[in-house]
């Protein structure tokens, strides 16, 4: 009787790692193989946590030779089922948490891929430098996974995604190597751009171990300010507005509508009613500086004192100090988890040309509402990128999983209008596994193919996460 391949693999990797890093018990597992919102639930043979890049390289070498699949995970705040394991390892990077190096001259920071979001930003501002990513998840998720996924976020007008963030790379490969890719460089030219494969390939091509990240001055002044207007139209035209006259200052311009602030309301402890009445759709405004005596405040009086006069702002309100900003950005924030209090949930990560987004809303949320009559939709986020949350509530009293049982009906219907305006479907939260195959249907088939002969070529055995983004020939189907 021959040994089973994976016989000796759990042994092998608690010798290297230690017994207390290689962990087998169910209870252990649990948070591991489930997906933020619970969408996916998979199974595992361990959960192992290497703490060096040496041991990560060990841990994949040792996993191709038993031919097991690894699956990465940083703080398993992915929302597209990208880290839920179907056997195998999940390779956690939880304990590569240092930052190595920090440069003030050359704005960089050289990080280890389980660093959190929120301590790579602790530690460009204790170098009075600014690490502008900035999610609501910040607090867990790590940086690894940032990149893993391309994240995006509220900064993403003035500062770029995560990949417009990153100069250099550490990766492990899917053989055991490691490329050193450290490299701190605005300028360098030699060949092709290896590190811009691994961003947003959700671990399917390398597991990335460390960073260079590029830091920028930090802003010593916000001015932040909440409005209300009439229609998505009106919002892109004070968005345009904003932009010129305050260029680089203008850092957000979030969406708001009216039933996204409705739902805010009624159900985030301790939210405040920023206006006095009711406007069909609202927007976040943020201008930022670094410099102490930039008059932002005065800059936003006057541009929005002009739209209020032209009536395009019907009403506004400018945060008097940095609590009554934090106040107005917790409404932005409690959107995203508020809407599980009024049931099923049905959501779209899409982005369109910026002047088309208001077209999208509007065109999206007429089709919606005529396919269901009853439905509410929850149109949101950062429309200053063309970059929109579209999600659509369940009719009040609609039995919740016939109601998600829809999910692909409106796929089709919300992706197809995304399409036709030459956007994306995911814009910011990646493929994983539940648009993995939606993928297939709206990407060019060129692209598919030589996203095939990358993960080949990369990954010939296809050990590192295997069945998401793309899937090769015979691989489990998306539904699990
Ligand atoms: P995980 O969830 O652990 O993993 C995500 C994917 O990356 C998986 O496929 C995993 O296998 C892979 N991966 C993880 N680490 C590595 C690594 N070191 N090397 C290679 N592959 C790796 N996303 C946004 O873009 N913008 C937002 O505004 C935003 N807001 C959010 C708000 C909330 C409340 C929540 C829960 C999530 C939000 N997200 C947002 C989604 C999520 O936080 C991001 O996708 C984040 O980048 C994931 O990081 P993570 O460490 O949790 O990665």
Redesign the pocket.
């Known amino acids: 009787m021959h040994a089973s391949p994976t016989a000796g693999l759990v042994d092998a990797l608690a010798a290297r790692l230690g017994r207390a890093h290689v962990v087998t018990a169910e209870t252990d597992l649990a948070g591991h193989l489930v997906e ?1 919102r619970g969408l996916y639930r998979g199974h595992a043979l361990a959960v192992v946590r290497p703490g060096s890049t040496e041991e990560v390289a060990f841990v994949v070498a040792e996993c191709a030779r038993a031919g097991v699949p690894v ?9 597209v089922g ?2 839920v394991p179907y056997g195998g390892v999940v390779l956690s ?1 939880a304990r590569l948490n240092r930052i190595r190096a920090l440069d003030p001259i050359n704005a960089t920071a050289v990080v280890e ?1 389980g660093c959190t979001l929120k301590a790579v930003q602790d530690a460009a501002e204790a170098a009075d430098r600014l690490f502008p990513l900035s ?3 910040e607090g ?3 940086i ?6 391309n ?4 900064s993403v007008l003035r500062y770029g995604n ?1 990949r417009d963030l990153v100069l250099g790379l550490e990766v492990v490969l899917a053989d055991g190597r490691i490329w050193n890719g450290l490299k701190g460089l605005r300028k360098d030219n030699t060949g092709y751009d290896l590190k811009d494969l ?1 961003v947003g ?3 399917t091509l ?4 460390a960073a260079v990240l590029k830091l920028y001055p930090r802003p010593k002044l916000r001015a932040t300010a909440f409005l209300g207007c009439a229609s998505a139209q009106a919002a892109l035209a004070i968005f345009e507005r904003l932009r010129e006259a305050c260029g680089d200052q203008l850092t957000a311009f979030e969406y708001i509508p009216r039933f996204g602030l409705e739902i805010v309301l009624k159900h985030a402890h301790g939210a405040v009613r920023p206006l006095a009445g009711d406007h069909a759709a609202y927007a976040l405004v943020e201008l930022s500086s670094p410099q102490a005596d930039a008059d932002l405040m005065g800059a936003l009086e006057t541009v929005l004192g002009g739209l209020i006069e032209e009536g395009l702002v019907e009403d506004a309100t400018l945060g008097a100090s940095e609590a009554q900003n934090r106040a107005l950005w917790y409404l932005r924030e409690m959107l ?2 508020v809407q599980r209090n009024e049931g099923g949930s049905i959501k779209h990560d899409v982005a369109v040309p910026v002047s088309r987004v208001a077209d999208f809303i509007e065109e999206a949320t007429l089709a919606c509402e005529a396919a269901m009559p009853g439905l509410r939709v929850c149109a949101f986020g950062h429309f200053g990128d063309g970059n929109i949350h579209f999600n659509l509530t369940q009719p009040v009293g609609m039995d919740k999983a016939a109601y998600l049982a829809e999910w692909e009906r409106f796929n089709r219907i919300v992706h197809d209008i995304v399409a036709r305006l030459d956007g994306s479907i995911s814009a ?3 493929i ?1 596994l539940i648009k993995r195959d939606e993928l297939r249907l709206y990407k060019d088939p060129v692209a598919i193919d030589l996203m095939h002969t990358l993960k080949r070529a990369l990954d010939p055995h296809n050990i590192l ?1 295997p069945g ?1 983004v793309v899937a090769l020939e015979g691989e489990m189907p998306a539904a699990l």
């Open positions: 933020s699956v990465p995970q940083g703080g398993n705040t992915g929302l990208g880290g990077l891929a999610l609501a998840s867990s998720c790590q690894g996974g940032n990149l893993a996924t994240a995006g976020g509220t995560a691994f390939a959700e671990g390398g597991i990335i171990t995203s988890e910011e939260h990646g994983g996460n998401k």
